[in-house]
């Protein structure tokens, strides 16, 4: 069979006279054939695109890399001997009781990219806690001479120190077992060494005992490291690489790989990227995506199982971790996020189809495309803050938050809801790193109703950045979070100017696309047919005639007050321009309470500004009770 072999900073192609004959996964192979000459020259010519993208690293950088490891897990060791003579052990003993660094990730699985960080883990003997580990060697980092940007993050759901050493990024997390020393040979793989351990700790060994278990079962582990590379760096450039936006992260698409690869056991990387999208057009979801059968090891942690978990039933995009206990590493996906994803495997197939005629060459399939090209209307999401540091807390917390408002948008007359991964910065000179915007795509859906109204999803989703912020003390005076409904043309204000081109009309890739989605999903009745013929707007809305008519005067201002809530709706048949501004954030005069505003969005005249926002001196969310309805 072929394999590829690293060799310093380049892969070469090798052949062996031996087939793969075990079998990994779930189900038997599709296909065990070996590559033919054209695979080869197709594999060769991938590595060729892949390396402008800085996926590799030169020796230097990896050499570079080692010793930073080198010296963190001295100082581990280190640090666990002072520790323990400081609880009163024997200083022969506490010199051998160890503790030892372990990676994962993307750099355990030999695929991480130039300047990536490390994702690392601690492992200390059973007398070394959580809380010394946050409070002693927290003081040991911070007075360390290469270390810089230290930031503890003990409340995380996988508690974590992030730092930078000697100019790598690393993000330490802590486990301790419950052994009396931690040598250098310390296996991990052994499920019965979660026994008694909490819940936290068996989260952080996790991340090792997957990583290792993916790599235990692919049949080709080179083969399988550079198809990961081209999907991670095709994910990154269409924007579908994020687990907290309700994409993938980096082990949801390393077990996709991984699954693909045991599937074509045999297959150069060239065919295997191709088969990758074909199999997951193909996948029925919500079928999970399982590298090796299930064990219980009757530990009692739970695991993924919808016959026994309701939750789990609810799963859209199920892709479950193969090391005990089992997990979904999708259960942020959504309906928009998987619409979207699969829309990507679908063009990317197309794409490779062409490549393997000849016709372009694998630079085409790592473009990143034109994302504001594919919708018409948009939410802006603005977060800012009144610093840098806030800044950066503030920032975090929205993201994370921000599939929340997906998926209740997906609850409202709207199809598709596209979130683009990575946010601008603010584009005036003061503001351009204490302000930041995100943009969803949204696809209006073509169910009856006179209005579009996006009051409840917005309401709800500054509602739950608030209350977050709150509650784990993020909060700082300044914070402000804001939502507004644009029109393609008028997102200008927010890109840079180099950005412009992208808000061009592309009737073909976006109006064009999605008048022939809604009609093909809403097929006229025979009812229809024979009514009068009613203008349809590009995006598949139905139009009032007397709403376009040039002779109609606009409709008046309404205002309606629910409690602290004012709703306005200003619909009129005024074009806004390039040049338009964010809507000003307001605030109530009587105790400094935010005031949002919630603005309907007709459907017939998508130009009305939709606003939410939250801003305040002291922290307070706001009640709606009432409804909004424009006839």
Known sequence: MWSTT?????????????????????????????????DLDLTKQLE????????????????????????????????????????????NVATTVGGKVFTFGSYRLGVHNKGADIDTLFVAPRHINREDYFSSFLEVLR?????????????????????????????????????????????????????????????????????????????NVENFRLTLRSIKLWAKRHGIYSNVLGFLGGVSW?????????????????????????????????????????????LGFPVWDPRINVHDRFHIMPIITPAYPQQNSTFNVTKSTLKVMQDEFKSSLALCEEIVAGKCGWDKLFETPNFFSK??????????????????????????????????????????????????????????????????????????GAHLDLTAPIKHFTDIVMRSAIQINVWKNGMRIEANYKKRKALAPYLPEADHWKLKNDRKSSVSQLAAAVASATPPTTAAAAAPATPTSPNGLKRQPSVISPSSSPPPTKRMNSGSVEMLDESSNSTPTATETPTA???????????TNLAVVPEDNMETTTTATANNTTPATTGNNGTVAVN
Not at 63 to 75: A, I, K, P, Y
Not at 259 to 281: D, E, H, M, W
Not at 585 to 595: I, K, M, R, V
Request: glycine share 4%; charged share 25%.
């Open 48 to 91: 060729d695109a892949l390396r402008p993208h800085d996926v590799f690293e030169s020796d230097e950088e990896l050499n570079h890399r080692l010793s930073v490891l080198s010296q963190l897990n001295d100082l581990v060791k280190q640090w666990v001997k002072d520790v323990s003579v400081e609880k009163s052990m024997p200083e």
């Open 254 to 298: 390393a077990m996709l790989t991984a699954r693909v690869c045991q599937l074509y056991p045999n297959a150069a990387p060239s065919t295997l990227l191709q088969k990758f999208f074909l199999v997951y057009i193909k996948w029925q979801w919500p079928n999970p995506v399982l590298l090796k059968k299930p064990e219980d090891n009757g």
């Open 143 to 219: 007075h360390h001479e290469v270390v810089t940007d230290l930031r503890a993050v003990p409340d995380a759901f996988v508690p974590v120190i992030k730092f930078c050493f000697d100019g790598i990024d690393i993000d330490l997390t802590f486990a301790r077992l419950a052994l009396k020393e931690v040598d250098d040979g310390q296996d991990l793989s052994d499920p019965m060494l979660l026994k008694n351990l909490d819940q936290k700790c068996v989260r952080s060994l996790n991340g090792c005992r997957v990583t290792d278990e993916i790599l235990r079962q692919v049949p």
């Open 6 to 38: 690293p060799r310093g900073n380049s892969l070469t192609t090798t052949m062996t006279n031996t087939t793969t004959t075990k079998n990994l996964g779930m189900t038997a192979p599709i296909s065990a054939a070996g590559p033919e000459q054209k």
């Open 375 to 448: 919708y018409k209307h948009f939410i802006v999401l603005e977060a800012s803050s009144s610093s840098e540091e806030d800044q950066l807390q503030w920032e975090g917390l929205v993201e994370s938050k921000i599939r929340h408002l997906i998926s209740k948008l997906e609850q409202e007359n709207i199809s598709l809801a596209h979130v683009w991964p990575k946010p601008y910065p603010g584009q005036e000179e003061g503001n351009k790193k204490t302000t930041c915007y995100w943009f969803v795509g949204i696809v209006v859906g073509g169910s009856a």
């Open 585 to 595: 954030p307001q605030q109530s005069e009587d105790n400094g309470t935010p005031t």
